[in-house]
């Protein structure tokens, strides 16, 4: 019988510990997937030992003299990572610490008795204090750093061999959420003097200079948003500030206004400070249901996995959300607590350039991408830096697998039958395949496999929709590329 043209939607997967893939699904006459290749990027290093906390933000640069930074912070430390991969310890001595998780104050005895009835969701007024996060970012060669608990700003004028402690900027705002650096050379300050809704900035190129006079650009602005501040972030010619509630744009006009402000969004607001990646000029941030993008205008992004992440998710502790931008694959990936923990034990991750999603689990708590390093940095749930992408992942320790959402093979009273895979790998006998059909959307699903891969390979199983797993049977990095069934009509007998 001739091969049966198949229409194939767009293409979700699920992946193991630290798995990447690239796929994308098609429509053809043999069933097309990962068009590009699939492969396990690795595993990962150690750089350092644990730090004292949990880290909610790292950042790495190049300093003038060429020499690669790495500074992270925890809610009790902030810390810097010296040449030998060591811990300096460059906490201010004025420092306050804050929280390792988040806190609800409306728990058992959080109302007065019989205030409320037995059954009926208690009423929202209880306040919700997010997880203590750092904002890091480069003045120069040197870093600034704000704590969401301690609210001050920080410069550490680093010193490679033995590095000193930060020390507070002097006249800079205190209280604040964060600090930011516009590309216009302005250090901003998010939320000084415990107002949530407001911006204030230093002279251009002096962080010491924060009182307006005719003669410097300091100033500030209060916007017109119910949301706190969460985040600032640079784009092609505009600062992004995000909300808990919106999104705003700030784009440098001179004096004697210096900045004008303008909401460009409503109802997209971050779901934590660090839930913001910035790639190729666009920002990318996870709100309370959804996923956003801005370039230029707020954008929706639809996303196959949305029910996956968000119906199962700690709320309580979702602050903790982490984004950043994986340029080895144009990927933004998000680390987030699943329902049943208090840390990041998940992610999401969107490829940009092929618009497809992918989840997994992984124990990360801040990430950062390439640039100063050739390979990203990530900050584990057990508080040490690891280099990704770096060697082999046993088999024996982590699962490595890379799974498809269900495609459609078959519609109406049409099944479809699969007597043939022809496989597609760098090398023969790297994966095994397993294939799970079902004949309605609710049904029973029956796996067929795992398949040892021959070329070709005889498999049989029939359905209106089958999902394809790929799992790695040897210690090696694999890759696989365009494999193909062999399709025809079939019927339930």
């Avoid at 049966?4 to 097309?32: C, E, F, H, M």
């Avoid at 049409?414 to 049904?443: H, W």
Wanted: with cysteine; glycine share 10%; hydrophobic share 35%.
């Amino acid at each position: 019988m001739p091969l049966v043209p198949l229409t194939i939607p767009p293409g979700v997967s699920k992946q193991g510990t630290d798995y990447q893939n690239a796929n994308r699904w098609n429509s053809s006459s043999l069933v097309r997937w990962a068009e590009n290749t699939m492969r396990p990027v690795g595993g990962w290093r150690e750089r350092t030992s644990a730090m004292t906390g949990i880290c909610r933000k790292i950042l790495t640069w190049i300093d003038n003299s060429g020499v690669r930074q790495t500074a992270a912070g925890t809610q009790s430390k902030l810390y810097a990572v010296t040449q030998a991969n060591t811990l300096a310890d460059i906490t201010p001595s004025s420092f306050t610490s804050g929280a390792a998780d988040s806190v609800t104050n409306l728990g058992f005895g959080g109302l007065t008795w019989g205030l409320s009835y037995y059954g009926v969701e208690r009423p929202d007024t209880g306040t919700y204090t997010p997880v203590t996060t750092w904002s890091l970012d480069t003045w120069g060669q040197y870093l600034l750093g704000c704590s969401t608990a301690d609210g001050k700003i920080y410069q550490w004028q680093l010193d490679s061999s033995t590095p000193t402690v930060a020390a507070v900027v002097t006249n800079a705002p205190t209280s604040c959420q964060a600090v930011f650096i516009s590309l216009e050379r302005f250090v901003f300050a998010l939320g000084p003097g415990g107002i949530k809704n407001k911006l204030q900035w230093s002279d251009q190129e002096a962080e010491t200079t924060w009182t307006p006079a005719a003669a410097n650009q300091a100033g500030s602005f209060i916007l017109s948003t119910p949301g706190s501040l969460l985040s600032g972030h640079r784009l092609r010619g505009e600062s992004l500030f995000l909300t808990d509630v919106d999104a705003h744009v700030g784009r440098y006009i001179g004096p004697p206004l210096v900045y004008g402000f303008q909401s460009v969004g409503t109802g997209c607001g971050a779901i934590s400070a660090n839930s913001c990646a910035v790639a190729n000029g666009s920002a990318y941030w996870m709100g309370l249901k959804g996923f956003h993008l801005y370039n230029g205008r707020v954008q929706d992004i639809p996303c196959e996995v949305s029910d996956y992440v968000f119906n199962d998710m700690n709320q309580g502790q979702r602050s903790k959300t982490y984004a950043f931008y994986n340029q080895h694959f144009d990927e933004v990936w998000w680390f987030y607590p699943s329902a049943n923990s208090t840390e990041n034990d998940r992610y999401v991750s969107l490829n940009i350039k092929e618009g497809h999603w992918s989840i997994g689990e992984l124990p990360r708590t801040a990430a950062h991408g390439i640039g100063a390093f050739i390979y990203p940095n990530m900050v584990g749930t057990d508080s040490k830096v690891y280099e990704h992408e770096v060697g082999i992942i046993p088999n024996d320790s982590y699962p490595v697998f890379a799974e498809s959402g269900p495609l459609q093979i078959g519609n109406g009273d049409r099944l479809m039958s699969v007597d043939e895979l022809i496989p597609d790998e760098k090398t023969q006998g790297d994966v095994t395949a397993t294939f799970k059909t079902k004949l309605y959307p609710n049904g029973d699903e029956t796996s067929h496999g795992p398949y040892s891969l021959a070329n070709p390979t005889s498999v049989r199983l029939q359905g209106r929709q089958v999902e394809v797993r790929i799992d790695q049977s040897k210690d090696t990095d694999w890759r696989v590329g365009v494999m193909r069934f062999n399709a025809k009509a079939g019927s339930k007998r």
